[in-house]
């Protein structure tokens, strides 16, 4: 008869073993553990300096391209837009920085700034169509003949169009004296702002591109508007470009309407790297072909079709004929 002493010893036995088991599996499979999860936090520790190293090379290559094209940007751009007066325009929601360093580069390439016409939310929000449709119907003048098919915002952007630029150089810098109004009423409607003397006809236009897709209901209806205005710009004037950052070359993006409009693309401009000196020099020689009656997209998103166009000829700069 087994008694309650083998039971017992039994039992103990067991546990025994139960104990032995676990720290022998304990020891022979967490240190393997431990030594490859070491290996690989270290290749990962490793592999992020790497990483890190790179990123601060290419940083610092950047910098110094940049710093070189800044240098040689004067020389680059000298005499590209002798004699063109250029009218620059912000839409909502874009950079006043980016705005500011392509300034000074137009100035630099003989351009004169006209004037700056900043566009409110307001001109945009596609309730207030009728509003734009009355106004413009108050204000344009008797002989000009506006299609009822066309919609609001293309009868605004032949109205500012006749108000704003000029084909005729012998007209550049001067108003127009049949929309004399124009601006005035735009303004206190809330649909634009305007800096120095805009009224004093350009030949061409700079069109500053929000910076953030855009987004929510009216986001088409708001590229729609804006493109309309290219539109209008461009027609009553030698040329336009739309430019900003790639960001603005992203879904949602103004550059990225433009790039897709088919007929648009053939006519207008775009430039998506003008917060880097290389773009904004891209800009000017874009203007240079406009005024030669040709357009490209150039940046480094999605649709361009080249980093920035060729260099002007000197021998087809046309010289200075004053501002």
């Known amino acids: 008869m087994i008694d309650f002493r083998y039971h017992l010893v039994s039992i103990v036995a067991i546990f025994l073993a139960l104990a032995v088991g676990i720290v022998m599996g304990t020891t ?8 490859t999860a070491k290996k690989t936090s270290d290749l990962m520790a490793k592999t992020n300096n790497d990483l890190r190293s790179e990123l601060d090379a290419l940083r610092g290559r950047e910098s110094a391209d940049d710093a070189f094209v800044t240098a040689f940007t004067p020389q680059l751009v000298a005499g590209v837009l002798n004699g063109e007066r250029v009218l620059l325009v912000e839409a909502p929601g874009s950079s006043s920085t980016y705005r500011e360093a392509q300034q000074q580069v137009l100035l630099q390439a003989g351009a004169a700034i006209t004037g700056r016409v900043t566009l409110s939310d307001k001109l945009l929000d596609a309730k207030n169509r009728g509003v734009i449709d009355e106004l413009v119907t108050q204000l344009k003048p008797a002989d000009m003949a506006l299609a009822p098919s066309m919609s609001a915002y293309d009868k605004a952007a032949a109205l500012l169009g006749a108000t704003l630029m000029t084909t005729d150089q012998a007209q550049a810098g001067t108003a127009n004296p049949a929309t004399g109004a124009v601006l005035g009423g735009f303004e206190e409607g809330g649909l634009l702002t305007v800096d120095d003397e805009p009224a004093k006809r350009s030949t061409l236009v700079v069109m500053f591109a929000p910076e953030r897709p855009l987004n929510g209901d009216n ?3 708001q590229a729609s508007a804006l493109l309309s205005l290219a539109r209008g710009f461009d027609a009553a004037g030698k040329g336009i470009v739309i430019a900003g950052s790639v960001t603005a070359a992203s879904a949602g993006g103004l550059i990225t309407a433009a790039r897709d409009d088919s007929d648009l693309v053939k006519r ?17 020689y874009a203007l240079r072909e406009q005024l030669n009656g040709r357009a490209g997209q150039y940046g480094i998103g999605a649709n361009a079709t080249a980093p920035m166009p060729a260099a002007p000829n000197p021998s087809t700069t046309p010289p200075s004929s004053g501002s």
């Open 268 to 284: 207008v401009s775009t430039v998506d790297t003008l917060d880097m000196p290389a773009g904004r020099t891209a800009l000017v």
């Open 219 to 221: 986001a088409e209806s």
């Open 28 to 35: 022979l499979l967490q240190s393997p553990a431990i030594e």
